[in-house]
């Protein structure tokens, strides 16, 4: 069945770089998110890959993933404390449908 | 700049009430998701519609929970009777189905049942 799997909480250093690990178990999922979600608010897209990827990347952010052990990762750079959130991993299928972790507590300490 | 509308932000109700949340999808979106999130189950898909028509609502309660699309600006989920462990973050999304799959989450509803 689909799952996907995150650690739960990890702490930072404002200036350093984050990576946060994700795994997922459906060979079949088309498209690999992650989502941020704020304090009281909704989830973010923050920025999806294409299966047949390996990296992508965007400003701040790189995405790694590794198909064959069904790893993603996301790495923010020079992290600051307005990154502070819960960050989702889920992975996607043509359905549309999406199966989340249960998200990253990701704290950045001054 | 297109987003979901999600109502009520919060509501905080008394068990055995009946609740209905409503989701405004982004224009154009053919696809519209209900997600539960809780402490303990994290984000739980309850039921998602395309074109309207329900595709999977495996996720959800069926003796008390109801999700509709009356037309393509409204997606309702509704509880009825409304129990304490219903208590959670209910979210509307919606996506348009194709290369990338992007999907957009409302705020969501804060539900409280006391």
Redo the contacts between chains.
């Keep these: 069945g689909e799952d996907v799997e995150q650690s739960l909480f990890l702490s930072v250093r404002e200036g350093d770089s984050s990576v946060i690990n994700c795994t997922y178990t459906d060979s079949s999922s088309t498209y690999l998110y992650w989502y941020k979600q704020e304090p009281g608010a909704g989830l973010q897209l923050l920025t999806y890959i294409f299966s047949n990827m390996d990296m992508k990347q965007d400003q701040r952010l790189t995405v790694l993933l590794n198909k064959k052990d069904k790893h993603l990762s996301l790495r923010i750079a020079d992290t600051q404390t307005g990154d502070s959130a819960i960050y989702f991993c889920a992975e996607g299928s043509n359905t549309g449908k999406l199966i989340f972790g249960q998200g990253t507590t990701l704290q950045v300490k001054p | 700049d297109a987003r ?1 509308t999600q109502t009520p932000r919060h509501k905080v109700t008394e068990m055995g009430q009946e609740v209905t949340m409503r989701c405004q999808p982004i224009l154009g979106h053919n ?1 519209v ?1 209900w ?1 539960r999130q809780t402490m303990m189950q ?2 739980e ?1 309850l039921a ?1 519609f ?1 074109n309207r028509a329900p ?2 609502d495996s996720g959800m309660p069926k003796d008390r929970f109801s999700a509709e699309m009356p037309d393509a600006t409204l997606a309702t989920l509704k509880i009825q009777p409304s129990e304490p462990r219903d208590s959670a973050v209910y ?1 509307c ?1 919606s ?1 348009l ?1 194709g290369p ?9 509803s804060w539900l409280t049942v006391v």
């Design positions: 979901v696809t998701f997600y994290g984000l898909l998602y395309r595709l999977d979210f999304a996506g189905v990338g799959n992007t999907i957009y989450f409302g705020e969501g």
